[in-house]
């Protein structure tokens, strides 16, 4: 199974949609091939690296990742940019940009039809890295064929629907608390 970086603000496995989306998306995957960049929920809401589904670092700058990324040698890359959640948008940023191997985005949601960032200019900057990530992705999905249609007239690259991935005949639920 190839290995995979996952940027994502969302923990996969997380009680949200998102995190129980994810959790059926990436189920068949071995947890020592995904080296995931998210935040820590249950501690003080830091961007940690985790392998295996395990915390192995508290990310305090690209500096300090750069190494482990490195030595896990991802194959490709997975990134779900979200614009509440600012300093994993340098990291998707920095991955994308240093590192050549080919990336999935996959958008949850129309986050840019709504009030995340206040005022025109704002918009506009969030509308052209978002535009950045999906024509650097060589693959782009999001959560309904109305938002297939949408984000391709807005981005100009081709999306593909992938909603409800999860299966219920298949879920066991979330994990107990």
């Not at 949609?17 to 071995?30: I, N």
């Not at 091939?33 to 929920?41: G, N, R």
């Not at 992705?137 to 999306?159: K, L, M, N, W």
Request: aromatic share 10%.
């Amino acid at each position: 199974m190839p290995r995979v970086l996952v940027i994502d603000p969302t923990p996969i496995g997380s009680l949200c949609a998102t995190g129980q989306f994810k959790q059926m998306l990436f189920k068949d995957w071995p947890p020592e091939s995904m080296l995931e960049l998210t935040t820590d929920l249950h501690g003080d809401g830091e961007t940690i690296l985790r392998l295996a589904h395990t915390e192995i670092l508290r990310v305090r700058g690209v500096g300090q990742m750069m190494p482990r990324i490195n030595e896990f040698a991802p194959d490709f890359i997975y990134v779900r940019p979200e614009p509440s959640e600012l300093q994993h948008t340098d990291f998707m940023l920095w991955a994308l940009r240093e590192l050549r191997q080919p990336a999935a985005m996959h958008i949850m949601d129309d986050w840019l039809a709504g009030d995340w960032v206040k005022g025109r200019a704002g918009r506009a900057v969030v509308i052209d890295v978002a535009r950045y990530i999906a024509r650097r992705a060589s693959i782009r999905y999001t959560d309904g064929p109305d938002y297939v249609t949408d984000f391709e007239q807005r981005f100009g690259v081709p999306f593909r629907n992938l909603l409800n991935g999860v299966n219920l005949a298949e879920w066991s639920g979330p994990p107990p608390e």
